[in-house]
């Protein structure tokens, strides 16, 4: 009798994640850059990406950034939103990713990694769920497992959250623990 492999559903997928970790440019944000006439960057950043990373640290879950620029705007994100680990300056990607899987101790299936762009391609092969936002370079979209209905900077990670979370019977626990909520608990 012949070994077969059964490649995992999307589902199968999104219920291994521990570890979350997301590129910046295009994922976080839009992927423009803007400079004021002092040479400062700014970065604009959607509010509901925030919550989920907040929702994500609240239930347990890692996360981290992997970016192959550098901003301080991006750490200063970062510790808003709870994301623990960030790497920036990588222009190649798989060194810091081997690294935080050796940090971790986890597993590749046990990572996702939102990537938009083709720097991104070699974890996007290596991990348990890739995604792309949905205006992610052709290559990128061609790798992911899932691509998410929303552009980069305007809520794909949140989706990705919201959907990995719903996979592993936590989002609608969340709920319905807000919804128990009175406003003597509040």
């Known amino acids: 009798m012949k070994n077969q492999s059964v490649t ?8 291994a994640i521990e570890l ?5 440019d295009g994922v976080l944000t839009a ?5 004021a006439d002092d040479g400062k960057e700014s970065k604009t950043f ?3 990406d925030g919550s989920g990373l907040k929702i994500w640290e609240y239930l347990g879950k890692r996360s981290a950034i992997i970016s192959g620029r550098s901003s301080r705007v991006v750490e200063i994100r970062a510790g808003e939103v709870g994301v623990a680990t960030v790497i920036q300056g990588a222009l190649h ?9 050796k940090e971790t101790g986890l597993r590749p299936d046990q990572v996702c990694f939102v ?3 083709a720097p991104d391609l070699p974890i996007l092969r290596n991990c348990g769920l890739a995604v792309a936002p949905a205006d992610g370079c052709p290559d990128v979209l061609q790798a992911a497992h899932l691509v998410t209905m929303k552009r980069g900077g305007e809520g794909a990670v949140r989706e990705v959250i919201e959907l990995i ?4 019977g936590l989002w609608q626990k969340l709920l319905e623990d807000w919804n128990g909520q009175k406003l003597s608990e509040l």
């Open 115 to 117: 990537g938009d762009d």
């Open 46 to 48: 959607h509010v509901r």
């Open 93 to 101: 990607k798989m060194p810091a990713y081997r690294q935080l899987l």
């Open 165 to 168: 979370l719903r996979c592993q």
């Open 31 to 35: 992927g423009g850059i803007t400079y």
């Open 20 to 24: 979350l970790i997301l590129d910046v």
């Open 8 to 15: 995992p559903t999307l589902e199968d997928r999104c219920r």
